[in-house]
């Protein structure tokens, strides 16, 4: 299994940026496809980007084309979600996730929070 650990989320004004990390520890960390999910107030975790475990494919919500990276480094154990031109309604809580690919077991970090003022 692998422990998860999110980071860099604050306050920020909108149109501003901020980049997320999360450490990964345990075995085969390179193995797992990453993902970044956020869940706003009121509102269902939605995903928000994925990187494969090979870093070779990657998806993008809609809502965050263009705006959010979704990147990664194995020989770090660390997943990044940079995020560009920030609106309000990306305020959420933001977690990453693993899990193998075939899998059925996700492991999640404890979230960090993002808050975007107008």
């Known amino acids: 299994q692998v422990q998860l650990v999110e980071s860099g989320g604050g306050l920020v004004q909108a149109g501003g940026s901020l980049r997320l990390s999360c450490a990964g520890s345990g075995r085969a960390f390179s193995s797992y496809d990453m993902s970044w999910y956020r869940q706003g107030p009121g509102k269902e975790r939605e995903i928000v980007a994925t990187i494969r475990w090979a870093g070779g494919s990657i998806y993008y919500a809609d809502s965050v084309k263009g705006r959010f990276t979704i990147s990664r480094d194995n020989t770090k154990n660390t997943v990044h979600l940079q995020m560009n031109s920030l609106k309000p309604e990306d305020t959420a809580i933001y977690y990453c996730?693993?899990?193998?690919?075939?899998?059925?077991?996700?492991?999640w970090g404890q979230g960090t929070q993002v808050t975007v003022s107008s």
């Open positions: 996730n693993g899990r193998l690919p075939g899998g059925s077991i996700d492991y």
